[in-house]
């Protein structure tokens, strides 16, 4: 197997990993956000076989530009990691891709690497984290800071208490950001049904690694909220929406923002 480097030149061609359609809106607008982020220091790498088939990718940012609500000063924070199939789980293909990035944070005089994880959904848990030498930061709701400090003085990360942000939303609200290409499709077809069951549903696209750290939920880059009140912290389809708009008008809840 080899790691690719996926830059400004060859993404095209080698893709964001993990949606494969070039012609979907969520792919263009993913591209589109990688070569934004990339002058903040974003980097991909894709593991392939000798064959070229794609077995897992990391991503990861200097922590300043995380789009995450944490604060991990001089540390890389892994943005996403995702490995497809058990039997690429027993390749250690996992461990080779947090290996990468930890020689690359040595290499560019990092306090560290760090992860949020969850045992939850869109998320990876920490379980190949522990094994490769990380420690828990803090927990807050279903979610885990793991880091691995390079020197025992280094200062931990910590989260940023997204929870006190969540005041601050009257009415319906889903938030987002093109950091994962499956939240377009997501977005409009919870718009499209926000429309039908007469919800007024403000959409906001999170543009910047500091709205993202301001996000209310610990997932930062999707959130459907409601009068203060977290519905969903990930990516949902439309059919987990209209479960969720049930749910709130059985409760006694408006559907109107």
């Not at 890389?76 to 995702?82: A, G, N, R, S």
């Not at 420690?135 to 800071?145: D, H, I, K, T, V």
């Amino acid at each position: 197997m080899k790691i690719i480097d996926v830059n400004m030149y060859n993404v095209d061609e080698v893709g964001v990993y993990c949606i494969k359609n070039k012609k979907s809106t969520g792919y263009r607008r993913k591209t589109d956000w990688f070569r934004q982020q990339l002058s903040n220091g974003l980097r991909m790498l894709i593991v392939v076989d000798q064959q070229g088939k794609q077995l897992g990718f990391i991503e990861f940012v200097p922590s300043e530009s995380a789009w995450r609500p944490v604060q991990a000063p001089n540390y890389y924070f892994i943005q996403c990691m995702v490995l497809f199939g058990k039997n690429v789980r027993n390749q250690r293909i996992g461990t080779t891709l947090l290996n990468s990035c930890e020689a690359e944070a040595r290499s560019n005089n990092k306090s560290g690497i760090c992860s949020v994880t969850s045992f939850g959904p869109w998320m990876a848990n920490k379980t190949l984290f522990v094994k490769n030498g990380f420690e828990s930061a803090g927990q807050l709701e279903r979610f885990e800071l793991m880091f691995k400090p390079f020197h025992a003085q280094e200062t931990p990360p910590r989260f940023i208490d997204w929870t006190k942000q969540r005041k601050n939303y009257a009415g319906w609200n889903l938030l987002f950001a093109d950091q994962c290409p499956w939240h377009e499709k997501a977005i409009s077809d919870i718009g499209k049904s926000a429309e039908a069951n007469g919800i007024e549903l403000r959409i906001t696209r999170i543009t910047t690694p500091e709205e993202a750290q301001k996000a209310p939920s610990g997932f930062g880059t999707f959130s459907l909220i409601k009068d203060g009140k977290l519905l969903a912290d990930h990516c949902i389809s439309r059919t987990r929406f209209e479960n969720i708009i049930r749910k709130e008008n059985s409760n006694g809840g408006n559907s109107r923002g």
